[in-house]
């Protein structure tokens, strides 16, 4: 299909590990956004990449998180040292430009930190 | 810390009759404001944006901002069941390029 694609849909992990989750968007576009929500919460803001470049990571909540975007499309956001408090579904959005109003977003990755 | 502000609900609302959600955003710079429909398990959808003061309608769904009370709301006329979802409202800050701030939504049922 067309839209943003995540992998793996479902990650189990233990506390302590490391994990990557992947994030393809849509063709062309050149800004793409990570978010985590939690249950009962709105999308919290991670890291926006406007193509290769992170525009703002002011997000990612400590060292232990990581973005890349090494060719200005697909992005891998990487957790070190999983801890419970991580489990989340982690969201990627994409949009033509980062001036652009809607974002299109994926359907997700869930992770569980056990 | 810029907030967006929305009650959690859940709101009821009998079907065929007018849902209307509202939220709150602390930083007086925004620029732009966005309704996004989430059904449960599912990603957000943008339902609507508005930038300017006053009403903006999109068949049964009209957005109303008001920049001097920094609210922001969305009515919902003709309530049906299918718009049974959590409603986000998220706020963009005074340049194009600001990230999105999301509030935690609005639970809304629509009860047939």
């Known amino acids: 299909g067309a839209g943003v694609s995540q992998t793996p849909s479902n990650k189990v992990t233990e506390k302590g590990k490391y994990v990557e989750l992947r994030c393809d968007p849509i063709?062309?576009?050149?800004?793409l956004y990570w978010y985590r929500q939690s249950l009962g919460q709105g999308p919290e803001f991670l890291i926006y990449?406007?193509?290769?470049?992170?525009?703002?990571d002011s997000g990612l909540p400590n060292d232990r998180f990581f973005a890349v975007r090494p060719e200005g499309s697909v992005s891998t956001l990487k957790i070190q040292r999983t801890e419970r408090g991580d489990s989340a579904v982690y969201l990627c959005?994409?949009?033509?430009?980062?001036?652009?109003?809607?974002?299109?977003f994926g359907p997700g990755t869930r992770l569980t930190v056990l | 810390q810029k907030e967006v502000e929305q009650n959690s609900g859940p709101l009821s609302v009998p079907e065929g009759a007018i849902a209307s959600l509202n939220c709150t955003y602390s930083?007086?710079?925004?620029?732009?404001f966005f309704w996004y429909r989430q059904y449960s398990g599912k990603s957000p959808e943008l339902i609507m944006f508005?930038?300017?003061?006053g009403d903006k309608e999109d068949g049964r769904f009209t957005a109303q901002l008001n920049k001097a009370s920094q609210y922001v709301s969305l009515l919902i006329r003709d309530s049906q069941p299918s718009d049974s979802a959590t409603y986000l409202c998220?706020?963009?800050?005074?340049?194009?390029?600001?990230?999105?701030?999301f509030g935690k939504g609005t639970r809304l049922h629509i009860l047939p």
């Open positions: 959005a994409s949009s033509p430009t980062s001036s652009y109003n809607e974002q299109f």
């Open positions: 063709s062309g576009h050149t800004a």
């Open positions: 990449f406007q193509g290769t470049g992170a525009a703002d």
């Open positions: 930083d007086r710079g925004s620029q732009s």
């Open positions: 508005i930038y300017s003061n």
């Open positions: 998220a706020v963009k800050g005074a340049s194009l390029d600001d990230k999105i701030i």
